[in-house]
């Protein structure tokens, strides 16, 4: 059974810093999908990993992605208070004509303070 | 291009009885997942639907049932209602094996009392 792990669960941060959130995954995936979501909200989509070594960035995000050690990161620079939210990393296996499905990590909850 | 759409947005709901929710996909995808977000949670994989036919289902029991219609829109249904089935149910569409991602609806809150 594919497991997904999410550290830190909780991360409290001051505005300008920077840090790095990990997704750990159990098994060979097919890609790999970072999301945001805002309390009561649904998922929006921030990055979709396809191979190894790959790196999107997005204004303060960067994702990475190392399937060599089953392990991506999302790093944040100089956090704003606008990036508060849950963060959830999701791992997609894809079975040729029986579908997929996205495993989800426990999620991240993102707190910046001023 | 409308995205995902979920209806209803919130429902309360009595233990024991039964419900219906509903997806219309993205224009152009053509099939359908559903996935319980409870409380603080991440979400977890229920069933998806491709062609009217479940393709994969998540750990879930018989009481959750899905189906697909030729326009691709899908329902979800849960019967004999638990207090734990209170969630959010997500909807999400995207293309067969998933080929341009995944695009997820705002769900259904729904709570059991």
């Known amino acids: 059974e594919l497991k997904v792990e999410q550290n830190p669960l909780f991360l409290s941060m001051q505005e300008g810093k920077n840090y790095t959130i990990y997704c750990n995954y159990s098994?060979?995936?097919?890609?790999l999908y970072w999301y945001r979501q805002d309390p009561g909200k649904s998922l929006e989509s921030l990055f979709v990993?396809?191979?190894?070594?790959a790196v999107k960035q997005e204004g303060r995000l960067m994702a990475s992605l190392d399937t060599k050690a089953r392990l991506s990161t999302l790093h944040i620079t100089a956090a704003v208070h606008d990036l508060s939210a849950t963060y959830f990393c999701?791992?997609?296996?894809?079975?040729?004509?029986?579908?997929?499905?996205?495993?989800f990590g426990e999620g991240t909850q993102l707190t910046v303070n001023p | 291009d409308a995205g995902v759409t979920q209806s209803p947005t919130h429902l309360i709901k009595t233990r024991g009885q039964q419900v219906t929710l509903r997806c219309s996909p993205k224009s152009g995808h053509d099939t359908v997942s559903w996935y319980q977000q409870a409380l603080g949670q991440g979400p977890q994989f229920i069933f998806q639907y491709y062609e009217e036919e479940e393709r994969q289902r998540g750990n879930f029991p018989d009481r959750f049932s899905g189906h697909q219609y030729p326009n691709y829109s899908s329902e979800l249904n849960v019967n004999a209602l638990l207090l734990g089935d209170s969630a959010l149910y997500l909807c999400?569409?995207?293309?067969?094996?998933?080929?341009?991602?995944?695009?997820f609806g705002s769900g259904t809150r729904l709570t059991v009392v």
């Open positions: 999400a569409s995207s293309l067969v094996a998933a080929r341009s991602g995944y695009t």
């Open positions: 098994t060979t995936s097919d890609r």
């Open positions: 990993l396809l191979s190894n070594g």
């Open positions: 999701a791992v997609d296996i894809i079975s040729g004509t029986s579908g997929s499905r996205l495993t």
